[in-house]
């Protein structure tokens, strides 16, 4: 390391705090000085789910199991630190599969429990939003800002008035979640998982405006309940039925075209819905965040129709986009910074851990 | 001293002290919640113990077999302590702690079997005869999975007793009475005995026993009508 400069050490202050995210199928380890990033280290089981396509959650929580050990000693080395010089142990409660969950939660009890040191039980979804903050050479984030989180566990729609005490959550998946929708259209197309990057590279040469796929929960009848909810199960079977009809009346399947055609009506309803939220709550920030972000086409969209109705984009780096540790870390930092105790032994793995719980099991 | 963790049947965990002496001990028997409950049963055999962490030299776990997803959370918490200390761990198959427990209960220096429920109609099963020169219970076959119908006593080696684990513990005849779990103090005494004879611990692998469920190759479903 460089000698430190009077910026730097303003920088590299805050609480030393490693983070532990094992809710899908990445097992991140994370550690982070305050809003100063130490290490980011992410082993995944994809490759693993690849051939069921899709993620099978006993592979992804045996998989944890295997890679926690290696992943904390790596962190540990990457941010040239000694784990006894940790202020806090971190981990994500919830949401998430409830088994992958429970490896994090059992490790991260343990591990406070081993050193001594408080434990701060977080939000996944939250998580997501205070990656931003772990970005290099970027001014904090604003606050208020709607937020966009798309991945292959969930897609929803935050507002964020404040990280450490107020988020509401707007709207939500009620089927499958994006990125599930690009491994099942993949399968449906005979891409390899995982769909998204597949879809991407079939979709380069097709026109996204060649078939006008459905975009789920849009029509006027869908204001009132599903206002800023999303549904990607209505158009993966509408992909897969105009499939079968080509194939019924033996004409080719024009890949690139259903790949882009689909894309396409992914991003739009994710950037419509999105956009509208920032219009109607009079925010004009919107943070996306989540693995489905890695898509050129989302971010570009996303940018693009911002830009016209006058809203800032925030985009972490895509390494603090997929679900890591390093968030889990820096929100814990920011609620220690803001005061808050730390959570107590008896906590579980929440699976459906609404957004308003940014932290569970304050001790009193 | 030795930290021992278990959570293959309820949530144990145990503090030994290296002459296998148990020092402290803390369970719940609820076989759910092992994640809610893990951390402070850590906590608790500490203080039975009147030992603090940095005490600790070695973490014991118990392998299972057992139910995946409560199996995996004492592993995953004794793994991470041990990391925290930067000490080593020693995986024990947790049948093994069972078989320990029964051989000094009864004194039974003949055949006998751990039998566990392994769900879905099955029991995981192992077979000791005796103990070791170490004191370690001779494991001379399993564990391995056998359907809840079947009748034991044909399969196994002629005159093996069976030792049902994981039952509720018989209050009416307490000395002939299976432990109601697998105890994380006989985990760590095992554990102690490894240690002390200098022999190789058991593998540090969790005893699955099945393959995860998973449908492979999915055929495409038609959706028209
Ligand atoms: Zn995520």
Not at chain 1, 210 to 219: K, T
Not at chain 1, 289 to 294: L, S
Not at chain 2, 49 to 70: D, L, N, Y
Request: hydrophobic share 45%.
């Amino acid at each position: 390391m460089t000698e430190q400069t009077a910026a730097d050490a303003t920088a590299s202050s805050g609480p030393l705090v490693l983070g532990i995210e094992t809710s899908c199928d990445e097992t991140g380890i994370g550690i982070v000085r305050g809003r100063t990033l130490l290490s980011n280290t992410i082993a995944s089981s994809m490759d693993e789910h690849s051939r069921f396509g899709g993620v099978v959650p006993e592979v992804a929580a045996r998989a944890h199991l295997e890679a926690l050990q290696p992943a904390i000693e790596r962190a540990v080395a990457e941010a040239g630190i000694r784990l006894g010089d940790l202020d806090a142990v971190a981990v994500t409660s919830g949401p998430g599969l409830a088994g992958a969950l429970m490896i994090g939660v059992g490790a991260a009890k343990a591990l406070a429990v081993s050193l001594g040191k408080p434990l701060y039980a977080v939000n996944h979804l939250v998580g997501h939003i205070a990656a931003d903050i772990l970005t290099e050479g970027t001014e904090p984030l604003e606050y208020p800002t709607i937020a966009l989180l798309v991945s292959g566990g969930h897609t929803s729609l935050l507002h964020v008035r404040d990280l450490t005490t107020d988020v509401e959550m707007l709207g939500e998946t009620i089927d499958d979640a994006a990125g599930e929708a690009f491994d099942k259209v993949a399968r449906i197309l005979g891409l390899p998982y995982p769909g998204g990057p597949q879809i991407d590279q079939a979709a380069l040469e097709g026109d996204p405006d060649a078939i006008r796929f459905p975009r789920g929960l849009s029509r006027a009848s869908d204001r009132e309940k599903h206002r800023w909810d999303f549904s990607f199960s209505g158009l993966k079977t509408s992909v897969a039925r105009w499939i079968e009809q080509r194939e019924a009346a033996d004409e080719p399947i024009p890949v690139a075209d259903v790949a882009a055609s689909f894309r396409e009506a992914v991003v739009d309803v994710l950037v419509t819905k999105a956009l509208d939220a920032c219009e109607e709550r009079g925010v004009p920030r919107l943070l996306l965040g989540g693995g489905v972000i890695a898509n050129k086409r989302l971010r570009d969209v996303a940018t693009r129709r911002a830009a016209e109705r006058g809203v800032t984009v925030r985009i972490p780096p895509l390494s603090l986009c997929t679900d890591n540790g390093a968030m889990i870390a820096g929100l814990a930092a920011e609620l220690i910074a803001s005061g808050r105790r730390p959570s107590t032994l008896v906590f579980g793995a929440d699976s459906t851990l609404p957004v308003t719980e940014i932290q569970v099991a304050e001790a009193p | 001293m030795i930290l021992a963790v278990d959570t293959s049947i309820g949530s144990t965990a145990a503090v030994v002290a290296p002459d296998g002496v148990v020092l402290g001990h803390a369970e719940s028997a609820s076989p759910r919640g092992h994640a809610e409950v893990i951390g402070d049963l850590l906590v608790a055999a500490l203080e039975d113990a009147g030992v603090v962490a940095a005490e600790i030299t070695h973490v014991a776990t118990g392998m299972g077999p057992g139910p995946f997803t409560g199996l995996r959370i004492g592993i995953a918490a004794g793994r991470a302590f041990a990391v925290g200390r930067g000490i080593d761990v020693v995986p024990v198959a947790s049948h093994d702690a069972a078989a320990l427990a029964h051989i000094e209960r009864t004194g039974d220096g003949g055949a006998f079997a751990i039998v566990t429920d392994a769900r879905r109609r099955e029991n995981a099963v192992s077979v000791y005869r005796g103990i070791d020169e170490h004191g370690l219970p001779v494991r001379i076959s399993g564990p391995e999975l056998h359907p809840q119908a079947a009748d034991l006593a044909a399969i196994l080696p002629s005159a093996t007793v069976i030792v049902p684990t994981g039952t509720a513990a018989d209050d009416a005849n307490p000395a002939d009475a299976p432990t109601s779990i697998i105890r994380a103090a006989d985990l760590g005494r095992v554990a102690a005995r490894v240690l002390a004879a200098g022999v190789a611990p058991g593998a540090d692998e969790p005893l699955y026993l099945r393959s995860p469920d998973v449908t492979v190759g999915h055929v495409r479903k038609r959706v028209s009508t």
